[in-house]
């Protein structure tokens, strides 16, 4: 039998029926997978000039990101989703749209952790949607489906691809921006073997066709109005501390503030260091102050609860089964890869309860110098806390390093007091703590230099007193 024979079609009504028992996402879309990205040169480029700051596996995947069919020649189409960040924005003044001075959030206090992962591990929860998606997809198929799930972990740009699809626009911040949602969400999908019924599927170009949920996008053929933009906006630009942003849509990720507390195990340089603007995971700034994610505050907020409340807390130990990750064929790689599968009649119940979503993953630190270094030094208990999140991508000794930053960065800024504040002198006691604990090199010196601050500034008390 010749492979044409034996091709697998998906039709557009098949689709929507599978998609509508998915509560709380925000935008999909389906279409034929590239060959070769449109964003091919510019990805290139952002590699040779060396922007990916130092990230090698961003370099080694380049051309299975460039080109997805390397992996999988099988790959036909791509269906692509949009889901919430378990933290909805919570931005302290009304959005005004001529307004152009926006800021970021001042008034957080303690250590900040950006939005995405003040939860769940988001991979974990794309596992358990891509799983339901898969199976019920197989289940359309008299035959196995090979399917390939992927988020953020895997070499594709996703953001690049959604993009394409009518998903959004690529902003200056890197981010992609959906018109109804902003960018407060995380991309995930499947690489699937079969063709889409209502494509052009022998066609070179990327087609694709919108789910109608938000018809004022702009699906190929259609009559609605193009994407927009930010048009002449930089706000985000004009806000990045360290100048990452070097133009607009280009990122040095080796000058961002999530690189450097997330990826980054050395010590971090004076020159970004100082700029941590209190960020001890990711950062947020570039979102905060944009523009669409501030007039799409509250009406997120509702699709943060209606997905977080199926996903993130059903009940899987009973109702629940195993599909692999890439369906039951002889392309399937690793049968230790699974995903959950959550029954769709189980989904639409949970998405039916109405009730307010509880987000058990949320890591609450201890505003309390002592307190937090206590809980973030070895044995402290830092690292039960944050399991099951995506705070375990940095893990506990780059957070404690980033804290240790953080505090340096505030005692610069004290104003000398006698006696010395209760701040001060709570830090001094956990700094007792992590240098009788620790046994990292980088962790030993901060806490040592931070010590050294307090005792200086301690002697000019001493000698200069205040009335």
């Given amino acids: 039998m010749h492979e044409s024979e034996d091709i697998k079609t998906l039709s557009l009504s098949q689709l929507q029926t599978i998609m509508s028992h998915i509560p709380g996402i925000l935008d999909w879309n389906a279409g034929v997978l590239y060959n070769r990205s449109q964003k091919s040169e510019s990805m290139y480029k952002w590699i040779k000039e060396g922007k990916y700051g130092g990230l090698q596996y961003m370099a080694d995947t380049v051309e299975q990101r460039i080109h997805p069919k390397l992996e999988h020649p099988w790959a036909r189409s791509v269906l692509i989703y949009l889901f919430p960040y378990p933290e909805k924005w919570n931005f302290q003044e009304p959005y005004l749209p001529k307004k152009r001075t926006l800021v970021p959030d001042q008034k957080s206090k303690g250590p900040k952790i950006a939005r995405y992962a003040q939860g769940p591990d988001y991979h ?8 339901t ?5 197989q289940n359309l198929f008299a035959t196995d489906l090979r399917w390939k799930a992927f988020s953020d972990s895997y070499p594709l740009w996703e953001r690049d691809l959604a993009a394409e699809l009518g998903l959004g626009f690529r902003a200056k911040n890197t981010c992609l921006i959906h018109p109804r949602w902003g960018s407060g969400f995380f991309i995930a999908g499947l ?52 100048k990452a942003l070097k133009a607009p849509g280009v990122l040095d990720a080796g000058l961002c503030i999530s690189t450097w507390t997330i990826e980054k195990k050395e010590q971090i340089p004076p020159s970004i260091a100082e700029k941590l603007s209190g960020w001890v995971f990711g950062c947020d700034i ?53 995903h959950i599968v959550l029954p769709l009649a189980q989904l639409d119940t949970l998405s039916k309860a109405g009730h307010t979503a509880v987000n058990t993953r949320k890591v609450i630190l201890p505003q309390e110098p002592s307190k937090l270094l206590q809980l973030c030094s070895s044995g402290g208990g830092l690292q039960k806390l944050i399991r099951g999140t995506a705070l375990m991508r940095a893990g506990r000794k780059k957070i404690l390093r980033n804290i240790l930053v953080d505090y340096q960065n505030t005692l ?10 209760p701040f001060v002198q709570d830090l001094k006691k ?10 990292d090199e980088t962790i030993l010196l901060l806490a040592s230099r931070i010590k050294k601050m307090i005792g200086e500034m301690e002697c000019l008390t001493q000698i200069f007193p205040k009335v």
């Fill in 430 to 439: 956990g700094l007792d703590f992590v240098l009788n604990k620790e046994s």
């Fill in 133 to 137: 998606l898969g199976q019920s997809l």
């Fill in 412 to 421: 610069k800024k004290q104003n000398i007091q006698k006696p010395l504040d």
């Fill in 286 to 338: 570039c979102q905060e102050v944009c523009p669409w994610n501030h007039k799409n505050e509250e009406r997120q907020g509702v699709k943060v609860t209606e997905f977080w409340n199926s996903f993130a807390q059903a009940n899987t130990d009973s109702t629940s089964t195993i599909a692999p990750k890439n369906s039951t064929s002889k392309n399937f790689t690793s049968k230790k890869s699974t």
């Fill in 191 to 242: 690489i699937l073997e079969c063709e889409l019924e209502f494509l052009e599927s022998s066609s070179s170009k990327v087609l694709s066709v919108n789910n109608l949920n938000a018809g004022h996008l702009n699906p190929k053929g259609s009559g609605h109005p193009p994407l927009p933009s930010c048009g002449s906006c930089q706000l985000c630009i004009d806000a990045c501390p360290t």
């Fill in 124 to 131: 974990f929860v794309a596992q358990r949607v891509n799983g």
